[in-house]
């Protein structure tokens, strides 16, 4: 596969569950972080055909440097979500991905996060193969 | 109580639980915006000397527009944190709090959060009376 | 639909989440009655046909009295899961489940609850129909 | 210390957070697990003077076999709650513990854990020496 089919954009489903509202009655606003995790996760697997806990296991890790969200409507309980992920920016340690959350046509947030690779004493280092090629040729 | 007294900053020292951390062994990068919560609860509690329990039982609600953070070092599982939290910026419908988080003296994240006052239909309404005093003011 | 049909299992496939895990490199224990939730959520949903977000709509609430789970193997990040849901009691008060968490053919886990019906106020009150008419042919 | 002092109860305050409620306006049920976690840590550390985190760090790790909860009242944003734990059972293998969840004199829950310990590759191992005299004189 070529690194280029991470800067498509990956489209995931999934329904809303009781565990993740709070007494306002809506998605907690910090949960929204793990659907945009489970976004690039299935992105990755996707365009790139590898797992993150494979990366993980080549002591390969991915580390959040920055997130970011912007809360336009709220989620509600057992909503069937729609959230499309991308990557905007790659370099050989730096991946940056938007991710926009939808019910039906209605576009309830705007994501992004940096993440750095990092081996496992945390230490920056470049990333797979896909990465660093990614980088050499942009 | 004084409105300005929400400038000044408040310290929170608490505990990371097991249950907060993910498998590469350190505080899952969500649970931030957990700690930012605690750190404006009670920030508002001990500069307005109101609880947001009683700011949600007279129909005023605080919801996240924006909410972001800059991981610099990861906190761990049984790490005592400090967290400093302060307002930046409130008019009468919005807040703007920033978020210091601390192991000892070394700074781990910064955050910032943007909060915006409805009422239970989620309608854009104006904050409580210290909110709109302080607009008036500055 | 038959609420007798709320007997026969009902079987839900999910993706463990990162977010799930704790640093023991599993999935922290107490995440598996989120995922006990998400299996009686959609067994009642392809049982007898309504949502539990209705069911709430109408002022009945299923409110938890007991929880209970035994761990047999640990589930981990990314697994594919398979959860089996069936009910083992009811009354028109009181519904009992049991689940079972499999990961392909092993049994990992084993959980049972029991959910009483109130109205908003917590005061306990009959269940919808389905559940009347279970009791009263039982 | 003696591991007899397990057997004190310990005592623990802490304040609900909101990202602990769910729609129905309550805690969640399964947070109480993650209220339990935090009982258990820090009657260890009192009782026997080590934190769960350098027990980790020796190799030893207790994992959950079992866990149930009762639910009697529930437990509401910001309230302030007292957490009582002791051990009821232990052998060089195995830990059962009770927990009591009070909201000032009521009783809001009531939980039992078991926890046995494990190395690294989950194999079943005796604990530390606490663990292997009490048993030794029991």
Redesign the interface.
């Known amino acids: 596969m070529e690194p280029n089919s991470l800067l498509n954009e990956h489209s995931l489903e999934f329904r809303v ?3 993740e ?6 998605v ?4 929204y ?2 659907y945009f ?2 976004g690039r ?1 299935e992105l990755l697997r996707s365009a790139i055909g590898i ?3 494979d990366l ?1 296991a080549s002591e390969t ?1 991915m ?9 336009r409507k ?1 989620a509600k ?2 909503d069937i979500l729609t959230l499309k992920t991308r990557v905007i920016r790659m370099t050989r340690f730096k991946i940056e991905h938007e991710y926009r959350l939808f019910r039906d046509q209605e576009l309830l947030a705007v994501g992004h996060t940096i993440l750095v690779t990092v081996d496992r004493s ?1 230490k920056l280092t470049a990333g797979p193969s896909w990465m660093q090629k990614y980088n050499s040729t942009n």
Chains 1, 2, 3, 4 share one sequence.
């Open positions: 569950r009781y565990q509202t709070d007494q306002m009655g809506v907690y606003h910090g949960n972080f793990t995790e489970m996760t797992s993150y806990r993980e890790f580390v959040i440097a920055k997130a970011e969200c912007s809360y709220s309980y057992d945390g």
